[in-house]
T-cell receptor, first 111, second 113 residues
Framework: GEDVEQSLFLSVREGDSSVINCTYT??????LYWYKQEPGAGLQLLTY?????DMKQDQRLTVLLNKKDKHLSLRIADTQTGDSAIYFC???????????FGAGTRLFVKA | DVKVTQSSRYLVKRTGEKVFLECVQDMDHENMFWYRQDPGLGLRLIYFSYDVKMKEKGDIPEGYSVSREKKERFSLILESASTNQTSMYLC????????????FGSGTQLSVL
């Protein structure tokens, strides 16, 4: 069945780069997403990539997709304490009505 | 900005009670969803609706029902709450043709005692 896996915890120092990794199983996925959840809040879409792309950059965020290995990563450059949150990897298909989420990676940024 | 509003941030109920969780979105989105979030399990889809009065089961519908009488409102109902339904409940909405992007409410933390 469909599955999205990611590590549960990552700790980095302020100013360093963070890399959060994710693997997924459904090769027919059209969209792959990164959502961010801050304490006490719902999820907010951070960025997403179409499955026919290899990379997407948006300011401090870089998303890399290796479709052959079904591996997605999110790199946050110059990580700040405000980036401390849970980051969810997710996949979906066009018109599928169903987004599959990973368990979330808790990013802890040490000052 | 899209706003998805969940009526309660925290809710405490007793086993066997009927519980209503309300969600309202203000951007005329066709699709609405209810997820529950548990530590280490991520988000699991309970029910979704793609139109008024239409509903479809998600991955874990047992013990839940939903109602969508108006486009902007999607309610989750626990007919007889049980302790294993203690969880964070997240409502989301999305328009058709939006690259399946979801817009989430802030969540309702439900405790069933």
């Amino acid at each position: 069945g469909e599955d999205v896996e990611q590590s549960l915890f990552l700790s980095v120092r302020e100013g360093d780069s963070s890399v959060i990794n994710c693997t997924y199983t459904d090769s027919s996925s059209t969209y792959l997403y990164w959502y961010k959840q801050e304490p006490g809040a719902g999820l907010q879409l951070l960025t997403y990539i179409f499955s026919n792309m290899d990379m997407k950059q948006d300011q401090r965020l870089t998303v890399l997709l290796n479709k052959k290995d079904k591996h997605l990563s999110l790199r946050i450059a110059d990580t700040q304490t405000g980036d401390s949150a849970i980051y969810f990897c997710a996949e979906s298909m066009t018109g599928g009505f169903k987004t599959i989420f990973g368990a979330g990676t808790r990013l802890f940024v040490k000052a | 900005d899209v706003k998805v509003t969940q009526s309660s941030r925290y809710l405490v109920k007793r086993t066997g009670e009927k519980v209503f969780l309300e969600c309202v979105q203000d951007m005329d989105h066709e699709n609405m969803f209810w997820y529950r979030q548990d530590p280490g399990l991520g988000l699991r889809l309970i029910y979704f609706s793609y139109d008024v009065k239409m509903k479809e089961k998600g991955d874990i519908p047992e013990g839940y029902s939903v109602s969508r009488e108006k486009k902007e409102r999607f309610s989750l109902i626990l007919e007889s709450a049980s302790t294993n339904q203690t969880s964070m409940y997240l409502c989301a909405s999305s328009p058709v043709g939006s690259d399946e992007k979801l817009f989430f409410g802030s969540g309702t933390q439900l405790s069933v005692l």
